[in-house]
Nanobody, 121 residues
Framework: VSLVESGGGLVQAGGSLRLSCTAS????????MGWFRQPPGKEREFVAS???????YYADSVKGRFTISRDNAKNTVYLQMNSLKPEDTAVYYC????????????????WGQGTQVTVSS
């Protein structure tokens, strides 16, 4: 599975961005999809994940502001980010994993190259 993220950029605090991640292959719907981020100088951290649009999981720091969704017909997963804060600045990665993948990076088998999100104060 090849994953390509897009939609990152520079936004002011309080603004919104929508990230997209498009996957290759015909079995996209079988994968749990996750979003992770790596702030400058820090380790990669969990942001959100979803399995076939039913169960979703969010980091406490983004609950109520970020929404993960997927369109299996387009092999694409989205991350809608609202009310952005400077501390959301990071490289954002999407990842694909088996049906039990949730919040741990080790549960995901495939990763995109990442897209930069910068939130200015």
């Amino acid at each position: 599975v090849s994953l390509v993220e897009s939609g990152g950029g520079l936004v002011q605090a309080g603004g919104s961005l929508r990230l997209s991640c498009t996957a290759s292959g015909r079995t996209f719907s079988r994968y749990a999809m996750g979003w992770f981020r790596q702030p400058p100088g820090k380790e990669r951290e969990f942001v959100a994940s979803g399995w076939s649009g039913t169960s979703t999981y969010y980091a406490d720091s983004v609950k109520g502001r970020f929404t993960i969704s997927r369109d299996n017909a387009k092999n694409t997963v989205y991350l809608q980010m609202n009310s952005l804060k400077p501390e959301d600045t990071a490289v954002y990665y999407c990842a694909a994993g088996g049906p039990f993948a949730r919040t741990r990076t080790s549960s995901y088998d495939y990763w995109g190259q990442g897209t930069q999100v910068t939130v200015s104060s």
